[in-house]
């Protein structure tokens, strides 16, 4: 793995590359102290995980971090930073952490294994599949991308249940709340689940799921997943897991909720 350190401060940014090293996580670490040589660096090696300050002269580390996901949206961005109020922003940007000046080692790694630890399973499997924080799914370490957004939703849901069997009208009925059910949306459904086959066709997975007399299920034993981990107590997935799951599902709530708990049993 490789780790990138940006700060104006060049004492500052030498000292978060030693630190970096002696974690022994990187294979690699790179330190500059001005944004736009960071940005033409990284265009001949791309970096898991980037440690960036915010209050920077020209483009500063929010800008910075802007332009590193647009480009490399699989890096890891954590802020190192002396200021508390950027901090809304900085999760804007899909930011895995955000660290006031002075930070202990202890902490800083806590940081680095979470913003690192869906990069660790997705090393892990050929299907890797993300549920904490947002929903991914990863294919010999590349995330799948979906033609339509609502079909990888509806592979989330049927992640969420596990293996269980699902109806087509329960899974509308998650996907359209306040929707009729009638023939023009079962209609509609029938798209979804032909263009979700294909991507998975397409990706090589579609082993992954099955559909048998209407009735929808994923196969938990053909692929690794964080949540699956969490909850058969592997000890690296509880430990990663900072209290988010599948961000943008509301009916995800429940299963957020079971994970909490299983967190304050264990505590």
């Known amino acids: 793995m490789k780790a990138i350190c940006v700060d104006d ?15 022994n996580i990187f294979d690699e670490v790179a330190g500059f102290t001005r944004s736009d040589e960071a940005l033409k660096n990284m265009e001949n090696c791309e970096y ?5 300050d ?14 590193i996901k647009e480009k490399w949206p699989e890096t890891a961005i954590i802020f190192l930073t002396g200021y508390s109020e950027y901090a809304v922003e900085a999760f804007s940007i899909h930011a895995s952490g955000y660290l006031l000046k002075p930070v202990s080692v202890e902490k800083l790694k806590a940081d680095i294994d979470y913003a690192l ?41 049927l992640i969420d249940k596990q293996g269980t069997g699902v109806s087509r ?15 023009k949306m079962q209609k509609q459904l029938d798209v979804y689940l032909r263009s979700l086959k294909s991507s998975l066709k397409e990706y090589g997975i579609e082993d ?9 299920r994923i196969k938990p034993e053909n692929f690794v997943c964080d949540a699956y981990l969490f ?23 429940m299963t957020e909720s079971m994970m909490y708990w299983k967190v304050v049993d264990r505590n």
């Open 9 to 23: 401060e060049r004492l500052l940014m030498e000292d978060s590359v030693s630190t970096l090293k002696l974690l």
């Open 48 to 52: 898991d995980l980037a440690l960036l």
């Open 54 to 67: 915010i209050d920077m002269p020209g483009m500063n580390g929010l800008e910075l971090a802007k332009n």
């Open 117 to 157: 630890s869906g990069k660790r399973k997705n090393n892990s499997g050929h299907i890797t599949v993300k549920t904490f924080g947002n929903f991914d799914v990863y294919v010999d370490g590349k995330p799948m991308n979906f033609k339509m957004s609502k079909c990888k939703e509806m592979l989330a849901y």
């Open 169 to 183: 009208a329960e899974i509308f009925s998650v996907m359209w709340e306040d929707r009729l059910y009638d023939r």
């Open 208 to 216: 992954i799921f099955e559909m048998q007399k209407g009735s929808l």
């Open 231 to 253: 909850f058969s107590g592997d000890s690296d997935a509880v430990n990663s897991y900072r209290g988010e799951y599948m961000n943008a599902y509301s009916w995800a709530s």
